[in-house]
């Protein structure tokens, strides 16, 4: 984990959220599905976290909260890369990103690195997906099943209060035993970044209990 600073370079509006482009040290440089903690100033009890949405050598994008309005040229104190991400496997040739119940903007990062080697990349979303390479197919999710028999690598982005109805509608197909490999993103409150051990991000797992804060928020499905 690092700390430094970092600075707004660009703010792009989509049709629903607000995105900030950050650059950073490549220190501090979020793989998908991590974060980093980012506060106007160093001393601020609560800091943001931002997810990534993409990145390059110098920068990233994350999905700016409502609650926020920086501009290029804000500064910011960040901390990270924090939590555990996505790990696309070196021999997976058809991904699905499935966004259960919101935008699938924390499953984009895995866009970039999939395409490069060689996957297909197929998009599963009843919301808004924005702007995709034209690589890339997206279906609506009366196609899931249909999906899910296609993928050799699954990605999911769910909230932790929808987690047990995503886990009960995907088990109920058939073709959920034919993933080889499916991991899932769990929204969550990560505000503490791993220092607390507060449990407010707790996720109940067969073994007993990961926090999301540090543990996450990437978990591997079959922990479900």
């Known amino acids: 984990m690092h700390t430094a600073n970092g600075r707004v370079i660009e703010t792009i509006l989509g049709e629903a959220q607000q995105f900030v482009r950050i650059a950073c040290s490549r220190e501090l440089l979020p793989a998908p599905g991590q974060y980093l903690l980012a506060s106007e100033a160093s001393?601020?009890?609560?800091?943001?976290p931002l997810f990534?949405?993409?990145?390059?050598?110098?920068?990233?994008?994350?999905?700016?909260?409502?609650?926020?309005a920086w501009l290029p040229g804000q500064e910011l104190f960040l901390r990270g890369p924090l939590g555990k991400g996505f790990e696309l496997p070196q021999s997976a040739r058809r991904v699905a990103l499935i966004a259960?119940?919101?935008?699938?903007?924390?499953?984009?990062?895995?866009?970039?690195p999939a395409l490069k080697q060689g996957a297909a990349v197929v998009?599963?979303?009843?919301?808004?997906?924005?702007?995709?390479?034209?690589?890339v197919e997206v279906q609506p999710p009366s196609a899931l099943e249909e999906v899910l028999s296609w993928a050799d690598y699954v990605a999911l982005d769910v909230t932790r209060e929808n987690l047990p109805e995503c886990r009960e509608r995907l088990g109920k197909m058939k073709q959920a035993s034919?993933?080889?490999?499916?991991?899932?993103?769990?929204?969550?409150?990560?505000?503490?970044g791993g220092m607390a051990d507060c449990g407010v991000c707790a996720v109940p797992v067969k073994s007993g209990w990961k926090l999301g804060c540090k543990d996450g928020p990437v978990l591997a499905w079959g922990e479900f």
Not at 127 to 134: H, I, N
């Open 43 to 48: 001393n601020l009890p609560l800091p943001i």
């Open 52 to 68: 990534h949405t993409d990145s390059n050598a110098e920068s990233f994008l994350s999905a700016l909260p409502e609650s926020r």
């Open 100 to 112: 259960y119940d919101e935008t699938p903007i924390r499953l984009r990062g895995l866009i970039r």
């Open 123 to 135: 998009v599963v979303s009843d919301f808004s997906v924005g702007a995709l390479p034209d690589e």
């Open 178 to 192: 034919a993933w080889k490999e499916a991991q899932v993103f769990i929204r969550l409150p990560v505000t503490c």
